[in-house]
């Protein structure tokens, strides 16, 4: 079946400027992860979504940063005024309601911020 | 703070050995414990899981679980050069569907 999909795939952008990522889970995931990876380091926790409940937002690195979940499907990252150190891979990731919750990963979108 | 450990590396090993990477974990109420795989520039694929101890073969790859010394390994057989890549743990505690990862350990297989 289709995997998680995220789009775009690359994404050049100016300081200063906002972007939205874009996540499409597996059918039937409920639950939706945001993580941003910088090069030559580990995954960064961002936000993750369960179902219909209020999000887990503690890994989100400044209030220029936001995500929400349409219809617990589609997942929409923001980074408002982007700056340098936004520049990184942003994957999200989403797993089954049943445990032992395996998330699966998308290819990711490539930030920079030039 | 739960942690989970991993030694970077490099790991090097010739073809056709057995690699083994290891992972320490902090939280004693883990329960799920996932080995990933993430090549150069690609995104993290799930290669396994286990939350019993013990261990849990699939094809060339074992993962042991031992939650009394909160130690996971990866035992990959038959090394090949394909195997190269870093090696992500991450655990689960409780329900909870956050995972904790680890940095990765990287694995260089020479042929």
């Known amino acids: 079946g289709a995997g998680v999909s995220q789009s775009p795939s690359n994404k050049v952008t100016e300081k200063g400027k906002d972007v939205e990522l874009r996540c499409d889970p597996i059918?039937?995931?409920?639950?939706l992860y945001w993580y941003r990876q910088s090069l030559g380091q580990g995954l960064e926790f961002l936000i993750y979504f369960q179902g219909n409940s209020a999000p887990d937002k503690s890994g989100l690195p400044s209030d220029r940063f936001s995500a929400e979940r349409t219809g617990g499907s589609v997942s929409t990252l923001t980074i408002q005024r982007t700056q340098q150190e936004d520049s990184a891979v942003y994957l999200c990731a989403s797993s089954r309601l049943a445990g032992p919750y395996e998330q699966y990963f998308g290819p990711g979108t490539r930030l920079t911020v030039t | 703070q739960k942690e989970v450990e991993q030694n970077s590396g490099p790991l090097s090993v010739p073809e056709g050995a057995i690699a083994s990477l290891n992972c320490t974990y902090s939280d004693r109420g883990s329960q799920s414990f996932f080995w990933y795989r993430q090549y150069s520039g690609k995104s993290p694929e799930l290669i396994m899981f286990?939350?019993s101890n013990g261990d849990k073969e699939d094809g060339r790859f074992t993962a042991q679980l031992n939650k009394a010394s909160q130690y996971v390994s990866l035992l990959i057989r038959d090394s090949q050069p394909s195997d190269s890549a870093t090696y992500l743990c991450a655990v689960n505690a409780g329900n909870n569907r956050k995972l904790i990862w680890g940095l990765g350990t990287s694995l260089a297989v020479n042929p």
């Open positions: 059918s039937g995931h409920t639950a």
């Open positions: 286990i939350y």
